[in-house]
């Protein structure tokens, strides 16, 4: 995105994007862009749709419950989906693991109910809305896909046939401490996902299980235990910088 276009608001929306189409805004984004951003007529924003790129627009019109923009040009091509799956066990901080994950370029994230949850209602919509304002914060343009939640043993199960050749990351917290850079060097160039336990980890059984799949690796992440939304963090950063897009 040019440099002059960092400081505008970002905004996420459904419609087609092309050309110097008109398009309007919901409710939340007129609210948002008018009362909380304080824009009004004649200002400029970006908007994209995860599948068009970006655009530069104008407001047109400032109605009550409506904002009208109107396109001036694509300022960032389309980047492609990203393909890293992301499972996570639910947590209660769970708008900041969904945020983070988008950040750092998660394609697909997966809630996983497994035996120790403590937050097993989800509420879809907010999920998709942490990541979208991840994305709008952050520059991303591709909205990664929030995948209905599964069982553990529903997701291991279903794993040959659903997600063919991907390798499944398991970071284990009773493993000796090691580091998992060479681990992680040694998937380079295949497809990876990565499982997140949730704050009370996994259980003993769920562990056993894990380790005796042939496609799941599990690593280390050092001498500490770490929160569940800090291990997300750590081991995308790892996935991301040893054999991801970094």
């Known amino acids: 995105m040019p440099r002059t276009h960092k400081t505008l ?3 996420y929306v459904e419609t087609p994007l092309s050309g110097d189409a008109e398009i309007a805004l919901d409710k939340d984004q007129t609210n948002h862009l008018v009362n909380v951003l304080r824009r009004t ?5 970006v908007v994209f749709n995860g599948k068009d790129g970006a655009f530069l627009a104008e407001i047109v019109q400032v109605a009550k419950k409506l904002v ?25 901080r769970l708008d900041y693991e969904i945020q983070k994950a988008t950040e750092m370029g ?6 996983v109910i497994t035996r120790y949850v403590q937050n097993a209602r989800l509420n879809p919509d907010k999920l998709k809305a942490h990541a979208i304002e991840a994305a709008q914060q952050c520059e991303v343009l591709s909205v990664p896909l929030i995948s ?3 069982g553990f043993d529903k997701l291991l199960a279903g794993w040959p046939d659903n997600h063919r050749d991907r390798i499944l990351i398991f970071c284990d917290e009773a493993a000796a401490s090691a580091s ?4 992680l060097t040694r998937l380079k160039g295949k497809r990876l996902g990565l499982l997140i336990g949730p704050e009370g ?14 496609f799941v690796v599990p690593i280390s992440l050092g001498p500490r235990i770490l929160r569940a939304d800090t291990a997300a963090v750590a081991a995308l ?6 054999v991801g897009d970094w």
């Open 9 to 11: 608001p970002r905004l």
């Open 41 to 45: 007529a004649g200002d400029n924003c």
């Open 68 to 92: 009208a923009l109107r396109l001036i040009e694509r300022s960032s091509e389309q980047t492609p989906a990203n393909d890293l799956w992301f499972g996570f066990a639910p947590i209660k």
């Open 106 to 111: 998660a394609g697909t994230l997966q809630p």
């Open 148 to 150: 209905p939640e599964i």
């Open 180 to 183: 998992p850079v060479e681990t």
């Open 201 to 214: 980890g996994f259980s003993e059984q769920e562990r056993e299980r894990l380790l005796g799949l042939d």
């Open 237 to 242: 950063a790892l996935i991301q910088a040893v």
